[in-house]
């Protein structure tokens, strides 16, 4: 208890400490990649520390709330009116993730289906507890997902802080002494209560996320009530997501990928460069801007997009709304496509073996 109680408090100061250095560059979204940086160098020391996973839900209740608050009115009108649009750039990652998952199986880089889980584009935690219950090597897919989050959240981070000049930027995200409307913060605390608390009863995947955020906006545009988050709570709320990201690896996750790590991180960055075209293509055709372009086609998690998203000038309902629909996409076809690839990947081995045996 003691040990654990020192790790925890090492785990605390040294991300206080790695968050201030990177505020000192301004960078967006510093609460939450100095804990997730942080958290991989403790767990890759196999510094055993979990975090409850209700403290995880809540603060995936809190962003999902700090998303609806972003979001104006005209999201669910912005995904109606550029539908085509959304479907076009959506179904394109996809493919290109599925693709690429099935380079990865057929190169027996991976085994099974556990290159097409962990090749998923976004739903990072959905897709690795929905892949242990579908028979894949789910540290790799762990692994692989979230290796992915980190990689396109850095990138996502400094293209960010390129594209936003220094005196354009949001404030600190050390401006905790701000005035709180205590009234409407106590009905924005009880509705992330209550649809965290319904999101386990439904298990749903990243059900604390969508409902929070679902339930958000409809008590936000109705007029029922006005979102309240101070500004310490999303300061923790940050701090627990990138944490949960982070203490997912440890050693032996690490020495178990080491071999497949060079085609891996090939196979993300291939994803990555795929999106950047995408985004691309956005800004040449659809007059997005880029940096909204890039957030929006970005295949990390929507939470992490979310808060870098949310801390850079850009138009927050269109990133959401693609990476909302990406979401809802990639859960709905993710078993569909792992189960389609693996069987028609195990399907030509065979035919190989027959076609190897003598006559």
């Not at 510094?47 to 979001?71: D, E, H, N, T, W």
């Not at 892949?131 to 396109?152: C, H, K, N, T, W």
């Not at 659809?286 to 086609?297: C, E, H, W």
């Not at 028609?344 to 073996?353: D, G, I, L, P, S």
């Amino acid at each position: 208890m003691k040990i654990a109680g020192l790790r925890w408090t090492g785990l605390i100061l040294f991300s206080a400490l790695v968050v201030i250095g990177l505020e000192q560059f301004h960078l967006p979204a510093a609460l939450l990649l100095g804990p997730m940086l942080v958290a991989i160098m403790f767990a890759a020391r196999d510094k055993p520390l979990v975090i409850p996973r209700p403290l995880f839900y809540l603060a995936q209740g809190v962003v999902g709330c700090m998303i609806a608050r972003s979001m104006p009115p005209t999201v669910f009108s912005e995904i109606a009116s550029n539908g085509l649009l959304f479907a076009a750039t959506i179904c394109s990652v996809i493919i290109a993730s599925t693709l690429s998952g099935w380079l990865l199986t057929r190169w027996q880089v991976l085994p099974g289906s556990t290159a097409i889980w962990g090749s998923s584009p976004g739903a990072a935690t959905a897709m690795t507890l929905m892949a242990e219950s579908y028979g894949a090597d789910v540290r790799l897919v762990a692994f692989m997902q979230y290796m992915r989050v980190v990689i396109v959240a850095v990138l996502a981070t400094l293209v960010a802080r390129i594209w936003t000049p220094v005196t354009s930027a949001a404030p600190s995200s050390f401006a905790i002494m701000q005035p709180v409307d205590w009234p409407s913060f106590a009905f924005t605390l009880a509705l992330i209560l209550c649809c965290v608390g319904i999101s386990r009863l439904l298990r749903l995947p990243a059900g604390a996320l969508l409902l929070t955020l679902a339930g958000g906006l409809i008590a936000q545009n109705m007029h029922w009530l006005k979102l309240e988050l101070p500004q310490a709570l999303l300061m923790v709320a940050y701090a627990i997501i990138g944490w949960s990201i982070g203490l997912r690896f440890n050693r032996a996750i690490l020495a178990y990928a080491a071999k497949a790590l060079p085609r891996l991180l090939l196979s993300i960055f291939s994803l990555v460069a795929v999106c950047c075209g995408l985004a691309f293509l956005l800004v040449r055709f659809a007059g997005v801007d880029p940096l909204t372009a890039y957030l929006a086609t970005s295949p990390g998690g929507a939470d992490s997009v979310a808060i870098i998203a949310a801390s850079s000038h850009v138009d927050l309902s269109f990133v959401m709304s693609m990476q909302t629909g990406r979401f809802i996409v990639v859960l709905l076809t993710g078993p569909l496509l792992a189960k389609w690839v693996a069987k028609r990947v195990h399907n030509t081995a065979e035919q190989k073996e027959e076609g190897k045996k003598p006559d």
